[in-house]
C-alpha cells in the first residue's frame, strides 16, 4: 500500500481518506449548494451536517426531493451491524435520519444486521449479536423518531419478510459482482457472500423510492442495489453520504465499536466520558503552553474540535468562535476538551434516561401490520 | 467430456451413471449384505428398494442403527426442489421414507426448497415455485407419513427457523467449499452459493442423529454438512442414497421435472399415463417380432421393466417371472408395457384420491409447536 493510499469498503478501513479520490473512486455526487438550498426549502430549515458538509455527497437525491413534491414521496432506510455498543458515529447519521423524518413526514425502515456481524466476527454467537442489536436498537429510538412511522428489523428476527426480498436480488447478483464490490476471496464464508441481498431488501419494503442517509463506507453495497433495481422494478435507492466519523485517538481512521478506547459509547458514565476525551482524544494543540499561544492549536486533526464540530455543537456562530479562539492560540487544548466535555455529558445524561425510558415495542418492525399495509 | 466419462452433481446430470466410479468419487459405502440385514431385523422386514439395491450406498447407516438400538434414536429428513410437479423418480424415496418412519417411529421433516429452484431457473418466479412446493406436499403427504411425526417446511415460509441454523453452517462454508463441490464460478448467483446451507438447515433441529434417504446426486450438499457438523457439535447426517431414476426416454440420465414427457407425473390421467407409456418409455425390445422371441428383451435398458423393478412390483417372485419371460422372449415389449400401465394406472388413481383428500395443514411444520418442544 502506498503511503498515500487507502482502503474504505463496509468492513475495513485502511489509511488517511482522501475524499476528493473517494469521489472519483467510488463515482459519488459532491452535494452541490444549490441541491443543499432544495433541501433546505423543501424542508423549511438548514441542517448543520449539510451546512458543514458531513454529508458530503449523495445518488439520486434530486430525485427523491422531485418524488417528494411531485411524486409519491419517499421513505427512509438506514441500519447497522451490531458489533458492540452504540458510539456518537452511529448517532450522527440517526440524528440526521431523525431530522429528515421530522421535515419530510417520512416513514423509516432501521435495519440492525445481527447475522452480518456474526458472519464476520469469529468470537460472536448470532445470540450476542442480536443482543447487542437489542441495545443499539434502544439508541437509535431514542433519537426522536416517530414510533407510528418508525419500524425496526433485526434482521435474524424479521427474516420472514426480508429474505424473500433479498432472494429477488440474489438472484441478480453473481460471485464476481460481490469480488469487486467487496474485495471477497475463496475464503470468504458464503454467509457473507450472501449478506449485501439482506442489506438490499429493505429497499424493495415499498414501491415507492427510498433515501438512505448512511457512512460512505456502505455505499458499495447499494451501488449493487442500485444495479439490480431497475431489473426487479423498482426505483434506484437513493443515498445521502456521511464522512467517516473520526476515532477517539485520531482522525485518519473510522471509529470503531469493537476497540474500548477508540470511541465514546452511550452507554459510558459521565467519569468515563471525562477520562476517555482527557485521554485519548487526539489534540491538534502544540506541545507547550507557549508554543500553542504562538502558533494555535489544528482545527483539522483535533478530535475534540471535530465532535463539536459534527455533532455536539449545531449553532454556527458558537462553533465558529471556538474555532477562531482554538486556531489563533487563546484557547488551550485542555479547555476545548472541557467544552466538548460539558456538551457530552449533558448529551448523554439526557440520551440514557431516554434510552431507559423509550418503549422499544412501539418501534419494532411488525409483519402483519406491513402485510396488511402493502395489501392496500 | 470422454465418452466414458459423466457429470453428476444436483443441478446436473450428463452422460451414463457409472455407480462403480461415482462410489469411488464420492467416497461412498456400498451398502453390504450385512448391513442390510441388521436394517431388516431392526426394522422386523426387508424392503425390496434394499433387497434390490435401489438404495446402494450410505453414511453413517451403522451409526444410526446403534442410535436407534442404544441411544436416543434418530430422526429423518428429505426434501425435494419444486421445480415441477412430482414425478415418480420422486416417489420411489419418499417410499422408502415413509416405509422407514413406519418401522422406526422416526420423525420426519421434508424441506421443499423453492427459494433453490428460484435462485436456478430463470424464467421461475418465488410465487412459481411456492406454488409448486405445495402441490409437492400433496404428493408426500399423501404417501401414508404419520401427521404426527411429519413437519413439512417450505424454505420461504419457515425461513424464520430454517435462516439462524442456516447461518451457522454458512459461517464455516466458504465460497471454495462451494466452488469445489458444486462447481460455482464467478458468474453464480449469491444465492445459490447461500443455497447450501439452507439445505444443511434442518439437519440442525434436532441434536440427535438424523439419517437422510435421498437420491444420490444430492450427496455433495451434505458431504459440506457431514464436514461441518462436528464444528457445530451436531451429529454427522448420515444418508442412504438411491441411485438416479431413468427418464421416460432413456435409462442414462435423470428424471426431470422439467421435461414434459421424460417422466410420468402424478398429476397425469390414465389416458396420458398410458400415451407416454406406449410412445415413449425407452424399450429394451428387438426390432421385430421374430427377432424378439428368439433373442429377447434387455431388461438393463427396458424403462417399463427399470419402473416395475424399482417401484411398481414389490413382489419378487411377479418381478422375477417377468424379468424371466421378456429375457427369453417369450413376453413382447407392449405386453410388458400393459404391466406396467396397469399398475402404474391403478397406483396413480388411489394416489390421486388420496392427494385431493390430504389435510395438508396436518403435515406443516408449526413454528410455536417446535419451539416448545425444543425447550423441553
Known amino acids: 500500500m502506498n503511503s498515500s493510499d487507502f482502503i474504505l469498503t463496509p468492513w475495513e478501513s485502511k489509511g488517511d481518506i482522501d475524499y476528493t479520490r473517494l469521489v472519483e473512486r467510488f463515482g459519488l455526487n459532491v452535494i452541490s449548494d444549490d441541491i443543499r438550498r432544495q433541501v433546505a426549502d423543501a424542508a423549511g430549515e438548514d441542517h448543520f451536517l449539510l451546512r458543514r458538509k458531513i454529508f458530503f455527497s449523495h445518488r439520486d437525491l434530486d430525485v427523491i426531493l422531485h418524488s417528494y413534491q411531485n411524486g409519491p414521496g419517499f421513505f427512509l432506510y438506514t441500519g447497522r451491524g451490531p458489533s458492540g455498543n452504540t458510539h456518537i458515529g452511529h448517532l450522527i447519521p440517526w440524528m440526521f435520519a431523525q431530522w429528515l423524518q421530522s421535515r419530510f413526514g417520512a416513514t423509516m425502515y432501521f435495519q440492525l444486521t445481527d447475522?452480518?456481524?456474526?458472519?464476520?466476527?469469529?468470537?460472536?454467537?448470532?445470540?450476542?449479536?442480536?443482543?447487542?442489536?437489542?441495545?443499539?436498537?434502544?439508541?437509535?429510538?431514542?433519537?426522536?423518531?416517530?414510533?407510528?412511522?418508525?419500524?425496526?428489523?433485526?434482521?435474524?428476527?424479521?427474516?420472514?419478510?426480508?429474505?424473500?426480498?433479498?432472494?429477488?436480488?440474489?438472484?441478480?447478483?453473481?460471485?464476481?459482482?460481490?469480488?469487486?464490490?467487496?474485495?471477497?476471496?475463496?475464503?470468504?464464508?458464503?454467509?457473507?457472500?450472501?449478506?449485501?441481498?439482506?442489506?438490499?431488501?429493505?429497499?424493495?419494503?415499498?414501491?415507492?423510492?427510498?433515501?438512505?442517509?448512511?457512512?460512505?463506507?456502505?455505499?458499495?453495497?447499494f451501488r449493487l442495489t442500485r444495479d439490480i433495481a431497475p431489473v426487479l422494478r423498482y426505483?434506484?435507492?437513493?443515498?445521502?453520504?456521511?464522512?467517516?466519523?473520526?476515532?477517539?485517538?485520531?482522525?485518519?481512521?473510522?471509529?470503531?465499536?469493537?476497540?474500548?478506547?477508540?470511541?465514546v459509547y452511550t452507554t459510558d458514565t459521565a467519569k468515563q466520558i471525562r477520562q476517555?476525551?482527557?485521554?485519548?482524544?487526539?489534540?491538534?494543540?502544540?506541545?507547550?503552553?507557549?508554543?500553542?499561544?504562538?502558533?494555535?492549536?489544528?482545527?483539522?486533526?483535533?478530535?475534540?474540535?471535530?465532535?463539536?464540530?459534527?455533532?455536539?455543537?449545531?449553532?454556527?456562530?458558537?462553533?465558529?468562535?471556538?474555532?477562531?479562539?482554538?486556531?489563533?492560540?487563546?484557547?488551550?487544548?485542555?479547555?476545548?476538551?472541557q467544552i466538548l466535555i460539558e456538551s457530552m455529558v449533558t448529551y448523554m445524561e439526557r440520551h440514557q434516561n431516554r434510552r431507559e425510558s423509550v418503549n422499544i415495542k412501539e418501534f419494532m418492525f411488525d409483519e402483519t401490520e406491513y402485510k396488511n399495509k402493502m395489501r392496500r
Not at 442480536?130 to 428476527?157: C, E, V
Not at 464476481?176 to 419494503?205: E, H, R, V
Request: overall charge negative; glycine content about 6%.
Open 115 to 221: 447475522d452480518e456481524k456474526f458472519y464476520r466476527d469469529s468470537k460472536l454467537s448470532l445470540d450476542d449479536t442480536y443482543n447487542l442489536a437489542l441495545q443499539n436498537a434502544r439508541d437509535f429510538a431514542a433519537l426522536g423518531f416517530d414510533p407510528d412511522k418508525t419500524h425496526i428489523l433485526i434482521n435474524s428476527q424479521h427474516i420472514n419478510t426480508l429474505y424473500p426480498l433479498a432472494a429477488q436480488a440474489a438472484k441478480k447478483i453473481n460471485y464476481s459482482n460481490t469480488k469487486a464490490s467487496f474485495g471477497f476471496g475463496n475464503d470468504t464464508n458464503i454467509g457473507m457472500i450472501f449478506y449485501t441481498a439482506l442489506q438490499s431488501a429493505p429497499c424493495f419494503l415499498e414501491k415507492r423510492p427510498v433515501l438512505i442517509p448512511l457512512g460512505v463506507d456502505q455505499d458499495p453495497h
Open 235 to 263: 426505483p434506484k435507492p437513493a443515498l445521502i453520504h456521511n464522512i467517516m466519523i473520526p476515532s477517539l485517538t485520531g482522525s485518519s481512521s473510522k471509529m470503531s465499536a469493537s476497540s474500548e478506547n477508540s470511541a
Open 276 to 337: 476517555k476525551i482527557n485521554k485519548y482524544a487526539y489534540s491538534g494543540g502544540q506541545e507547550s503552553v507557549a508554543k500553542h499561544r504562538q502558533l494555535g492549536g489544528d482545527t483539522q486533526s483535533d478530535v475534540s474540535f471535530l465532535y463539536l464540530w459534527m455533532f455536539f455543537e449545531p449553532n454556527d456562530s458558537k462553533i465558529n468562535q471556538i474555532k477562531e479562539e482554538y486556531e489563533s492560540g487563546s484557547m488551550l487544548s485542555g479547555e476545548l476538551k
